[in-house]
Each structure stands twice: as structure tokens, then as C-alpha cells.
């Protein structure tokens, strides 16, 4: 059973880090690109960040430009996001995704598989 498990998140205070790890099982992710995406209550799921399979390839949605950072070590089948200087509005539930192609997509549904995601909550 493929499973992709996020954890890390928690409550922390305006201008904190955070740091979330997606854990893989089931099978290997190292040759797939994935991704984190977050959904803000009342909001729909959006896209914050995807590294391609070597993670020579990044995106980073606007938003979060200059205060999260993503990478991946291929040998433990695990992706990670470093969340600095949150704000308030990085409040949400992140979910990690894997796609079967090598190269990262901007597009949500382009990702096949999913985490159970982790709640981040920024206090002002």
C-alpha cells in the first residue's frame, strides 16, 4: 500500500519555522516529482512548492517566495518543506503529493498521489 505520510506541523507563533516532513512507503518515490500544497479554512487547496525528481527543479508559488524552502532526500523516500518567517496566513493544512512523471506540475490534479496532510497554525 503506497502511503505518504506529512508530519511536523503544529502551532508557533508569527515570524516562526516550522518544518514538515513527507514520509513515503510502499514504494519508491526517488525517480517522481512532488509537491506540497496547503488549504486554508473556508479556501480551496492551492499550490506552495514543487521539486522534480533530482530536485534540480523548484517552484515556489509567490506567496511563499523567500520564506519556505523545499527539498528531498531520495535515500529515505522523504520531501521536506522549511517554513520560515510564518504569518498568520500560512495558517492551513499542508498535504504533500507525488506524480508519477520526473517533472514538477503546477496543477493539482496532475498528482495521483496524496497525504492526510498536517495542520500549521500561525498565532498573531
Known amino acids: 500500500q503506497v502511503q505518504l505520510v506529512e508530519s511536523g506541523g503544529g502551532l508557533v507563533q508569527d515570524g516562526g519555522s516550522l518544518r514538515l516532513s513527507c514520509a513515503a512507503s510502499g514504494r519508491t518515490f526517488s525517480g517522481n516529482a512532488m509537491g506540497w500544497f496547503r488549504q486554508a479554512p473556508g479556501k480551496e487547496r492551492e499550490l506552495v512548492s514543487t521539486i522534480n525528481w533530482s530536485g534540480s527543479r523548484i517552484y515556489y508559488a509567490d506567496s511563499v517566495k523567500g520564506r519556505f524552502t523545499i527539498s528531498r532526500d531520495n535515500a529515505k523516500n522523504t520531501m521536506y518543506l522549511r517554513l520560515n518567517s510564518l504569518k498568520p496566513e500560512d495558517t492551513a493544512v499542508y498535504y504533500c503529493?507525488?506524480?508519477?512523471?520526473?517533472?514538477?506540475?503546477?496543477?493539482?490534479?496532475?498528482?495521483?498521489?496524496w497525504g492526510q496532510g498536517t495542520q500549521v497554525t500561525v498565532s498573531s
Open positions: 503529493a507525488a506524480r508519477e512523471s520526473s517533472n514538477g506540475s503546477t496543477f493539482e490534479g496532475e498528482y495521483e498521489y
